[in-house]
């Protein structure tokens, strides 16, 4: 009995160990950020990292808080399914990143969130992104805003994917309403920084 209780538990332990992925530490991240905010005139108090290296059926999108050093904020992210000029078999759960216009490609780097507009999408609201890299210079042009979807989940559907979008970072419309509250009682830009 005390056997199998034993193995019970080894069991019990490995398991969960090999299912938990641990964070990835992004301090270095939350420091150059916040460098670069105070460099050139950006909101202060918080940032949004979105890391598409991750599974797009987890947590993807991180709000980050300076004054507080914590994420505060977290949920899904679509990433582009980068399939127009080339073929792309691993779009759903492999990133491809393009400035090219029409790719549907996702971009990556630092983006300036401008301004608050009316989207089809989701919960009708948009901001237009404005990249600040060569990575990402053609954003307004390929009009890769931040919006909301109905398809993707409020939660973590892994391993199940998230849907995939023509290159926007689109998310939840209750994540996007905690996104819009947050984006229209700062004077101040803010960065989303797009990570590979």
Known sequence: ????FFITF????????????????YSTKHAEALTFCKKNGFNQDYFFLVDLSIHPGKNRFFVYDFKAK???DKNLVTHGSCDQFQDNPNKWEKVKFSSKVNSHCSMKGKFKIGKRDYSGWGIKVKYWLHGLETTNVTAVNRVVVLHS???????EIYPQVSPLSWGCPAVS??????LDGKLQ?????VL???LE
């Open 149 to 155: 979807w109905n398809a993707v989940s409020n939660e």
């Open 185 to 189: 009682q700062t004077k101040k830009p």
């Open 70 to 72: 914590k994420v505060t």
């Open 10 to 25: 080894l069991n019990f332990i490995c398991c969960n160990n090999a299912l938990e992925i641990p964070l990835k530490d």
């Open 1 to 4: 009995m005390k056997r199998l």
């Open 173 to 178: 419309n209750d994540f996007m309403k905690k």
């Open 192 to 194: 989303l920084w797009i």
